[in-house]
């Protein structure tokens, strides 16, 4: 069963960032916070990952809470082709339990 | 640098044949998993291989059955087909598969069962 829970949907403007919420309230120490997105079916593209602290690249920013029982997954400025499903994963191996996600849609 | 290759990207079985997908690796990559991903049950893990081991499995019957070879490349299998395995099947490589280590997606078969 996936360790995480995220909100079924948001939208997003085109341009504005995209905040996605993720709760993992029952994180262990060596778990890492993992994002997905997934685009019509293909394979699950690799977003960002991190362990205490907040994360950033050219995608996207990581922001994790102190506790470490949630995260959020910052867009910075969304464009049409951020729309996708969302997924927060906690990983300390190659098992990942995905949960049903966040279906993001970006609104011109 | 290749992503993961998986093979065939579509398939047609019938009911009780048997069917071998294949995926390869990012060159380097040594753990490779398998999921399987359905419109009712989502994106379901199946089963992780590193160093032609198999580490970790899912809640899958023994129809599901999988295999890596000393390059890395792995297969998985399934025997005596139903109509609920038509789905789509995904395979990701990382390094070591530990939690530091990014795991990377091939773009999935996509099994039919008629």
Same mark, same amino acid.
């Given at each position: 069963?996936?360790?995480?829970?995220?909100?079924?949907?948001?939208?997003?403007?085109?341009?504005?960032?995209?905040? #996605?919420?993720?709760? +993992?309230? $029952?994180?262990?120490?060596?778990?890492?916070? &993992?994002?997905?997105?997934?685009?019509?079916?293909?394979?699950?593209?690799?977003?960002?990952?991190?362990?205490?602290?907040?994360?950033?690249?050219?995608?996207?920013?990581?922001?994790?809470?102190?506790?470490?029982?949630?995260?959020? #997954?910052?867009?910075? +400025?969304? $464009?049409?082709?951020?729309?996708?499903?969302? &997924?927060?994963?906690?990983?300390?191996?190659?098992?990942?339990?995905?949960?049903?996600?966040?279906?993001?849609?970006?609104?011109? | 640098?290749?992503?993961?290759?998986?093979?065939?990207?579509?398939?047609?079985?019938?009911?009780?044949?048997?069917?071998?997908?294949?995926?390869?690796?990012?060159?380097?990559?040594?753990?490779?998993?398998?999921?399987?991903?359905?419109?009712?049950?989502?994106?379901?893990?199946?089963?992780?291989?590193?160093?032609?081991?198999?580490?970790?499995?899912?809640?899958?019957?023994?129809?599901?059955?999988?295999?890596?070879?000393?390059?890395?490349?792995?297969?998985?299998?399934?025997?005596?087909?139903?109509?609920?395995?038509?789905?789509?099947?995904?395979?990701?490589?990382?390094?070591?598969?530990?939690?530091?280590?990014?795991?990377?997606?091939?773009?999935?078969?996509?099994?039919?069962?008629?």
């Amino acid at each position: 069963d996936a360790k995480t829970t995220q909100p079924t949907s948001m939208d997003c403007a085109e341009g504005r960032a995209a905040n #996605l919420p993720c709760n +993992h309230s $029952t994180i262990s120490g060596n778990e890492y916070v &993992y994002w997905y997105r997934q685009i019509h079916s293909q394979g699950p593209q690799y977003i960002i990952h991190g362990l205490k602290n907040n994360e950033t690249n050219e995608m996207a920013s990581l922001i994790i809470t102190e506790d470490r029982k949630s995260s959020t #997954l910052i867009l910075p +400025h969304a $464009t049409l082709r951020d729309t996708a499903v969302y &997924y927060c994963i906690v990983r300390v191996e190659d098992d990942m339990r995905f949960g049903a996600g966040t279906r993001l849609t970006v609104k011109p | 640098k290749a992503g993961v290759t998986q093979t065939p990207r579509y398939l047609i079985k019938t009911r009780g044949q048997q069917v071998t997908l294949s995926c390869s690796p990012i060159s380097g990559h040594r753990s490779v998993s398998w999921y399987q991903q359905t419109p009712g049950q989502g994106l379901q893990f199946l089963f992780e291989y590193f160093s032609e081991t198999q580490r970790n499995k899912g809640n899958f019957p023994g129809r599901f059955s999988g295999r890596q070879f000393s390059n890395s490349r792995s297969e998985m299998n399934v025997s005596t087909l139903e109509l609920g395995d038509s789905a789509l099947y995904l395979c990701a490589s990382s390094l070591t598969g530990t939690g530091n280590t990014e795991a990377f997606f091939g773009q999935g078969t996509r099994l039919t069962v008629v």
